[in-house]
């Protein structure tokens, strides 16, 4: 009983730490925004598909998002609404993606990304195997490049950004 408990409270706990862990990354090392950003998401990508490997799994088709022609999704661009979303999936023995679903997110703002997202995961195809993969996971991150604090802004919008910075920190 006692090894039960333990069990269910590392898995709640593990489960947790995704959503409590998440932080926009850092962004200072590098000359762009952009190039932070790629290679970041390259970064993540390259270590997923290396664990997927490892298990015996390789990607045979993945894709992408389609945020596009969609008025939520357009203002919460539009308001840099920040955050992650982290999913789970199954793999079947033909490759197809089954039983995708939103595990955690950072915050509600963020989870009008998810729709597309989960549209996606569903066609993603794998390499067929002898074996099914259940509860593979996959974190889709939204950040957007801080503003820099200009001289020649007046007084309310210097207070406005370094208020946005100090709570960025």
């Given at each position: 009983?006692?090894?039960?408990?333990?069990?269910?409270?590392?898995?709640?706990?593990a489960?947790?730490?995704f959503?409590?862990?998440?932080?926009?990354?850092?962004?200072?090392?590098?000359?762009?925004?952009?190039?932070?950003?790629?290679?970041?998401?390259?970064?993540?990508r390259?270590q997923?598909?290396?664990?997927?490997?490892?298990?015996?799994?390789?990607?045979?088709?993945?894709?992408?998002?389609?945020?596009?022609?969609?008025?939520?999704?357009?203002?919460?661009?539009?308001?840099?609404?920040?955050?992650?979303?982290?999913?789970?999936?199954?793999?079947?023995?033909?490759?197809?993606?089954?039983?995708?679903?939103?595990?955690?997110?950072?915050?509600?703002?963020?989870?009008?990304?998810?729709?597309?997202?989960?549209?996606?995961?569903?066609?993603?195809?794998?390499?067929?195997?002898?074996?099914?993969?259940?509860?593979?996971?996959?974190?889709f991150?939204?950040?957007?490049?801080?503003?820099?604090?200009?001289?020649?802004?007046?007084?309310?919008?210097?207070?406005?950004?370094?208020?946005?910075?100090?709570?960025?920190?």
């Amino acid at each position: 009983m006692v090894k039960q408990l333990f069990a269910a409270v590392s898995l709640l706990v593990a489960s947790q730490a995704f959503s409590l862990d998440w932080q926009r990354p850092d962004c200072s090392g590098f000359d762009s925004f952009s190039e932070c950003r790629n290679a970041e998401r390259n970064g993540y990508r390259q270590q997923k598909q290396q664990e997927f490997r490892e298990k015996g799994l390789s990607f045979w088709y993945y894709e992408r998002p389609d945020f596009s022609d969609n008025k939520k999704i357009e203002k919460a661009l539009k308001d840099k609404v920040e955050g992650a979303l982290f999913f789970s999936f199954n793999v079947e023995r033909d490759g197809s993606v089954s039983s995708v679903v939103l595990k955690e997110k950072t915050n509600e703002e963020v989870q009008v990304f998810a729709a597309p997202i989960l549209a996606a995961m569903k066609n993603w195809q794998f390499v067929p195997s002898e074996q099914s993969w259940p509860n593979q996971e996959w974190r889709f991150q939204f950040y957007y490049e801080a503003e820099q604090c200009e001289e020649g802004k007046d007084d309310e919008d210097k207070k406005a950004c370094m208020s946005e910075e100090q709570s960025a920190s």
